[in-house]
């Protein structure tokens, strides 16, 4: 299935949810189907409502055990819907915009183990986050580079859930990944291609680590990315960035100046 959360274009500020089905959007109660509404009608909302906690791990795992990697914290009250605009709120800084793939936890736990951790997931969605190099350059020999990360975050369009991709995926010791490219693009303009089953760290592996020291709650998301070379992601006001996943969609960030700055 792919799940989504959305307002309706004719009634803004009210949040639904739904199932997305062959270009329509069927929106339920929690169970079951109450409305078909066209995808035209819609404004997409972040598909998850309330975010107890964002996790960011790297896509390379190199000389880590699968159970024992690194994350930083982002910040759930930073996260927007695929469809809103991210504004910056400093001028002059040197902005990039980062892609990942990310997960949402649909059962928590604490120390999770690699045999039991496959029923935590949810399904998968996408997430590009708005960031500050010169503001990350200033504070990482500090340790502290939470407000280069502060900027915004854009998440969506819908959460696939696993049943979705049984056909594309791949098997290791580590955990699942799957057969599935994706791209970049900015400005309308290709930069990159990669592929899922090219990264090192798996979302099992990921969830086993982030829940060997704290309890993981529904609604908690794993990222894990960057998916490109940060070179690659860097960009000036106004640009939009696009992240496109084979069968789990497509998620555009337009970046603008605030103009009350």
């Known amino acids: ?17 739904g199932i997305v089905y062959s270009g329509k959007v069927y929106e339920t109660d929690g169970s079951q189907p109450i409305a078909i509404h066209e995808a035209a009608d819609v404004r997409p909302l972040a598909p ?14 190199e000389d880590r055990e699968p159970d024992d990697l690194p994350y930083n914290y982002g910040n759930p009250g930073s996260i927007a819907g695929p469809s ?53 350059r200033q504070d990482e020999g500090l340790g502290m580079n939470g407000r280069a990360y502060d900027l915004g975050v854009n998440m969506g369009p819908v959460i696939t859930t696993p049943d979705e991709l049984a056909d594309v995926l791949i098997d ?6 799957y057969a599935l490219g994706y791209s970049l693009r900015v400005n309308g303009v290709d930069k990159a291609k990669g592929d899922w089953a090219t990264l090192q760290t798996t979302f099992e592996s990921a969830l086993v680590s982030a829940s060997a020291n704290a309890t993981l709650r529904a609604g908690d998301v794993i990222a894990i990315g960057p998916l490109f070379p940060t070179e690659l992601c860097t960009i000036s006001p106004s640009d939009e960035v696009s992240l496109s996943v084979e069968r789990l969609g497509v998620l555009s ?3 603008l100046t605030d103009p009350d700055l």
């Open 172 to 177: 290791s010791e580590s955990g699942s990944t």
């Open 84 to 136: 809103q605009v991210i504004a910056t709120p400093v001028k002059g800084l040197e902005l990039a915009v980062l892609p990942y793939l990310a997960c949402v936890v649909v059962d928590g736990g604490y120390r999770f183990d690699f045999a039991e951790v496959d029923r935590a997931i949810l399904g998968f969605t996408l997430i590009n986050v708005l960031t500050s190099l010169d503001l990350n």
């Open 1 to 17: 299935m792919k799940l989504c959360r959305f307002e309706l274009k004719s009634e803004p500020g009210t949040s639904r949810s």
């Open 48 to 61: 998850i409502a309330s975010v107890p906690s964002i996790r960011f791990f790297s896509a390379s795992n």
């Open 253 to 255: 960030t337009k970046v």
